[in-house]
């Protein structure tokens, strides 16, 4: 059973930095897709970024030009770069993940907060 490990999570202020790793148990290059999701108390899950086999990237408008998503096959290791946070970033962050089949899986989640 493949497993996902989300980490790098905690307090930051507005307009500071994160990085969340995402830990794979198996070979992320088995996977069609990789994505970072994430909820906010009293709102539904959002999808933030995605990242394909490929390298292809796709982020939702709010986090354009301040998120990068990218992924570390050797590592077997997906990352979300956050910059420039803003308080209704706030959420838990959750590392997903894809193969036809299909085949889904989710990660346990991290908490990030933003101060103002």
């Known amino acids: 059973q493949v497993q996902l490990v989300e980490s790098g999570g905690g307090l930051v202020q507005a307009g500071g930095s994160l990085r969340l790793p995402c830990e794979c148990s198996?070979?992320?290059?088995?996977?069609?897709?990789m994505s970072w999701y994430r909820q906010a108390p009293g709102k539904q899950r959002e999808l933030v970024a995605t990242?394909?086999?490929?390298?292809?990237?796709n982020y939702v408008d709010s986090v354009k030009g301040r998120f990068t998503i990218s992924r570390d096959n050797a590592k077997n290791t997906m990352y979300l770069q956050m910059n420039s946070l803003k308080p209704e970033d706030t959420a838990v962050y959750y590392c997903?993940?894809?193969?036809?089949?299909?085949?889904?899986?989710w990660g346990q989640g991290t908490q990030v907060t933003v101060s103002s």
């Open positions: 997903y993940a894809y193969r036809s089949g299909p085949l889904r899986f």
């Open positions: 990242i394909t086999s490929g390298g292809s990237t």
């Open positions: 198996g070979k992320i290059s088995n996977f069609n897709a």
